[in-house]
């Protein structure tokens, strides 16, 4: 069944002063079934969507869709992209019904510590629908890499990683999990602000001077925090 499974993979960048997303597609990646640009709202829905499986959220009277919505107009810490990767059966038309998918967001913000904005990996998503498929979330690393190198990097020019965090007590899940998975695409835990945070962990993807990622091995850490409006990494580790 895997074997007839077509992933679509696209970044989409978010603009809010015209309230949509555009693609940006990848020559690695087949991306033609995903729409060149998709409404902020409609994108919002998507993801909330996607985050009744990973997140077991149940988008109650559409409070997920209108916090994602809500996100994506954010001028304080602005997301200002969102990585899809969608799995479809061959006679599949409509970019909606997919049967797999991984999706993720990068936020841009100075997390009250910084001098300078940088990228967070926020809101990563398994939206498994079926067994036996590999996970798009390899494709997922590998075109948030791409997009920020390539990309990102020429409207922030002191961008030197990429950032993210996992929290201590999910509601699903185990963080030790992540904790070993995301090493394996460059992530080390650090302490932000060099504080010890009660509810976070934090993890960082250097880049060298040429932004090319640089793989480093995890060193664990434990630091006091504020509260967010946006969902760290998978909470269900399971689904990854």
Known sequence: MSSSITYYSAIYNILPSKNIASRICFPEYECDLLPREIGLRELADLVANMQKICFKDKNIDNENSERIYNMFLNKHDPTVAVALSLGYDKETTDYTDFIDGGSATIKMSKENTFTQ???????????????????????IMDMIDKYITEKLSKRYKNINGLYLYVEKEPEHGDPEVLLRYYPKYGFK???????VDEEYYYMKKCYGKDLSPVRKTKAKSTRVSKKRKTNSTVKKAASI
Request: proline content about 10%; charged content about 30%; aromatic content about 10%.
């Open 117 to 139: 904005r940088q990228p967070w990996f926020n809101e990563v998503c398994r939206s498994k629908r079926m067994e036996g498929n590999k996970s798009p979330l390899p494709i």
């Open 189 to 195: 835990e650090f302490l932000l602000g060099g504080e």
